[in-house]
């Protein structure tokens, strides 16, 4: 439900309110419990107060709650793989509100400023059931982080071929984490990880951007980024250059370098070893990471209608987080519960590629696109062995276009579709023996990612009929995703009967239906 409009007619303040709550349940007795479909509320607003001489003043909120969980339905003797015995749930909330002010200052400047508040916060349980129905704990996991941001911006135009903005950011966390996991489910004693960690930290950025017309055909960007990670003292300077050159009234050429740096998640700084029976934190003085960006683009407006963009790309990463001697590497990191390595900054990755984009904008009902990515993803770990990223498909093709009908005077049908190639995702197949040998998934870290997963083609369809009346509107709205069935790897899982990990592969068609009221 969403409701927008000014708090009283004739005024220049306006609200707009939306809420929603999952109805996602209704499925999960008809779709595979491997889909993890969530329940979830959640609730925002925004509201606008403009002034004469104070500028405008916008206070938001968004607040939202989710669950997953998962009970085995069958009984231990129909259990065939490790999955059957799962038992897990997962928690989590968000909760962000905001004040954001903009001012015009003279008949230059534009004087930006915010400050928001926000609580996430997750848990979750999960283990293993044996054949008594005796749950062995997996992980157990509770989390909570709390921040204050303030930031302001100025837009300042100096002259007809010359505006800045410049700006400045804080960031201030609190957090509480009290994670314990067990790689080990066969046993109740092997708890190999443990993190008990409460403190704050935060985190500054300042920029300032230039916009310089250098000739009538010839604009250069240029600018600086500062990054200082408060937890440990590490800082990181970025400057950016760009240039765009005007080649004709319908097409232009472009060129960019930035250098872009990445603080890990929290979590990864935190991580406790012991070291003579004292919990020491091998990671918190981990330098943050960082990565070149090389981007030419060539931009040709073909007519009113159509548009042909081509863009070719080189992203070199460096003083990237690794466990010495192995193949880990933090590009490839996906929160994974039982990592608690001590890492250094030896790692590097490469992503090099061009991207095509050819489309033509809504005209006489109908519009089309096509997009295509090629490209490669490569990372070394401490190992100093170069080897797929876990997102290195290769390729990507998007096709998608819709047609609207008028049906009736102020009745409108329209057909939507999506078909998508995709190149296969890289996994890590599994040890056999080593699985065999602990009745459960164990992965050849040798051939890390070596492997990859069928080339998908994807097909989603929508149709959507709309009844306008003078007061009211009605929207009727049907979608399919995966119309073509394609098979997707979720993971490994061990089959006690055959006595080796095999594929857990999910293949569905995802149904939406909405209906939506407008008065």
Do not use: C
């Amino acid at each position: 439900a969403a409701a927008e409009g000014p708090f009283k007619k004739g005024g220049g303040s306006t609200y707009l309110a939306n809420f929603r709550m999952s109805t996602f349940s209704i499925l999960k007795n008809i779709m595979p419990f491997e889909t993890g479909l969530p329940d979830y509320t959640d609730l925002s607003f925004n509201m606008n107060f403009p002034t004469k001489k104070a500028g405008v003043f916008s206070l938001w909120s968004l607040t939202g709650y989710g669950r997953i969980a998962q009970d085995p339905s069958q009984p231990p003797a129909d259990w065939e793989t490790s999955w059957d015995n799962d038992q897990y749930e997962l928690t989590y909330g968000l909760s962000a509100s905001g004040l954001n002010h903009k001012l015009i200052l003279g008949k230059r400047s534009l004087l930006s400023s915010s400050v928001s508040f926000s609580v996430y916060e997750n848990s979750s349980v999960s283990g293993q059931l044996d054949s008594l129905m005796v749950n062995t704990m997996v992980s157990n996991v509770s989390e909570k982080n709390y921040s204050i941001r303030a930031k302001t911006e100025l837009n300042h135009k100096f002259g007809s071929r010359h505006t800045n903005r410049t700006g400045m950011m804080l960031s201030e966390k609190w957090y509480n984490y009290n994670d314990l996991a067990n790689s080990d489910p066969a046993s109740q004693d092997t708890l190999d990880f443990r993190m008990n960690e409460k403190g704050n930290t935060f985190i500054f950025q300042t920029y300032s951007q230039s916009l310089v017309q250098l000739g009538r055909k010839l604009m250069m960007n240029a600018g600086i980024h500062f990054l200082y990670f408060g937890l440990n003292g590490n800082f990181a300077v970025d400057p950016r250059l760009s240039f765009n050159w005007q080649l004709s009234p319908t097409q232009s050429l472009g060129f960019a370098y930035g250098k872009h740096s990445r603080i890990e998640p929290l979590r990864i700084y935190l991580i406790e070893t012991p070291v003579d029976g004292v919990e020491t934190l091998p990671n918190k003085n981990l330098e943050i990471t960082k990565a070149h960006h090389f981007v030419m683009a060539y931009d040709w407006i073909i007519n009113r209608n159509l548009h042909f963009k081509v863009e070719p790309y080189v992203q070199l990463l460096y003083d990237v987080p690794t466990t010495p001697d192995s193949s880990f590497s933090m590009i490839n990191y996906q929160n994974e519960m039982f990592f608690n390595a001590t890492l250094d900054n030896s790692g590097t990755g490469i992503n090099y590629g061009i991207d095509f984009t050819f489309e033509r904008f809504m005209n006489r009902g109908y519009y089309y696109m096509a997009t295509a990515s090629i490209y490669e993803s490569k990372y070394k770990g401490g190992d100093g062995i170069e080897r797929n990223t876990r997102l290195n498909q290769n390729y990507v093709l998007n096709l998608l276009g819709g047609k609207e009908w008028k049906v009736r005077e102020n009745n409108f049908l329209s057909v939507n579709g999506k078909f998508t190639l995709l190149g296969g995702t890289p996994y890590t197949p599994p040890d056999q023996e080593a699985s065999k040998a602990v009745s459960g998934v164990v992965y050849d870290m040798n051939q890390l990612y070596a492997e990859k997963w069928n080339t998908n083609f994807y097909l989603d369809l929508s149709i959507n009929y709309r009844i306008n009346r003078p007061k009211v509107s009605h929207n009727f709205n049907l979608q399919a995703k995966n119309l073509t069935m394609q098979t997707e790897l979720l993971g490994y899982s061990y089959n006690y009967t055959e006595q080796q990990a095999v594929p857990q592969e999910l293949a569905i068609i995802l149904p939406y239906l909405s209906y939506k009221i407008v008065f």
